[in-house]
């Protein structure tokens, strides 16, 4: 087995991967920015934002580098492009203007913000990048594949079932939860930001 699938790795991968992009605390986000859509829409949603997710992870894993180098991109950049963009969603729920964009115009919010940069964020991204490094060998590859495969099983697996969420706290639960994920975002949104100053200040930019 061992000589196929490094256990070790894949745990790593996934737990790692699964504190990141956190799929329980997806749920509240996910509802929020789909406020007031039907069940069926909740559903697409929930898968188009995973396969958006993934395809960033894995070409990120596999070009990640060269994609930034191209661009003279540095990893700090990146995270504070993310953490504005997370600001600004995060500002959007705390007003409540993300329900008047829905009505304007049929936006598809598993595309961004949900897909990118709240799954496959730099956090995330930049992981992926660490772990493909150490893919030396068919039992690596086989590891850290599995392992983001299985954290994108989880996240579909939270934003699918969260319908029956939806049906228990009804529109004006769904408008506290939509205050209250706006906050939390607007900190992690802020903490991405301070940590890529920190990163600049320090050199690493």
Same mark, same amino acid.
């Given at each position: 087995?061992?000589?196929?699938?490094?256990?070790?790795?894949?745990?790593?991968?996934?737990?790692?991967?699964?504190?990141?992009?956190?799929?329980?605390?997806?749920?509240?986000?996910?509802?929020?920015?789909?406020?007031?859509?039907?069940?069926?829409?909740?559903?697409?949603?929930?898968?188009?934002?995973?396969?958006?997710?993934?395809?960033?992870?894995?070409?990120?894993?596999?070009?990640?580098?060269?994609?930034? @180098?191209?661009?003279?991109?540095?990893?700090?950049? &990146?995270?504070?492009? @993310?953490?504005?963009?997370?600001?600004?969603?995060?500002?959007?729920?705390?007003?409540?203007?993300?329900?008047?964009?829905?009505?304007?115009?049929?936006?598809?919010?598993?595309?961004?913000?949900?897909?990118?940069?709240?799954?496959?964020?730099?956090?995330?991204?930049?992981?992926?990048?660490?772990?493909?490094?150490?893919?030396?060998?068919?039992?690596?590859?086989?590891?850290?594949?599995?392992?983001?495969?299985?954290?994108?099983?989880?996240?579909?697996?939270?934003?699918?079932?969260?319908?029956?969420? &939806?049906?228990?706290?009804?529109? @004006?639960?769904?408008?506290?939860?939509?205050?209250?994920?706006?906050?939390?975002?607007?900190?992690?949104?802020?903490?991405?930001?301070?940590?890529?100053?920190?990163?600049?200040?320090?050199?690493?930019?």
């Amino acid at each position: 087995m061992s000589d196929v699938l490094s256990l070790v790795l894949m745990t790593e991968v996934f737990v790692t991967l699964f504190v990141i992009m956190d799929p329980v605390g997806t749920i509240p986000i996910f509802l929020a920015l789909n406020r007031g859509r039907s069940a069926a829409t909740l559903h697409r949603a929930a898968w188009q934002a995973v396969a958006v997710s993934f395809a960033v992870i894995v070409a990120f894993a596999f070009f990640g580098q060269q994609i930034l @180098g191209y661009l003279h991109i540095s990893l700090p950049a &990146l995270q504070a492009a @993310g953490g504005l963009l997370l600001l600004l969603v995060a500002l959007e729920l705390l007003t409540g203007k993300e329900q008047e964009a829905t009505a304007a115009a049929d936006v598809n919010v598993a595309l961004v913000p949900l897909g990118t940069p709240m799954l496959a964020g730099p956090g995330a991204i930049v992981a992926t990048m660490v772990f493909s490094q150490r893919v030396h060998d068919l039992a690596s590859f086989a590891a850290v594949a599995l392992g983001v495969v299985l954290v994108h099983v989880a996240l579909w697996l939270a934003m699918r079932f969260s319908t029956p969420i &939806l049906r228990l706290i009804r529109d @004006g639960g769904v408008m506290l939860v939509s205050r209250i994920s706006g906050l939390l975002l607007s900190a992690i949104a802020v903490q991405l930001v301070a940590d890529a100053v920190r990163a600049f200040v320090a050199g690493e930019g």
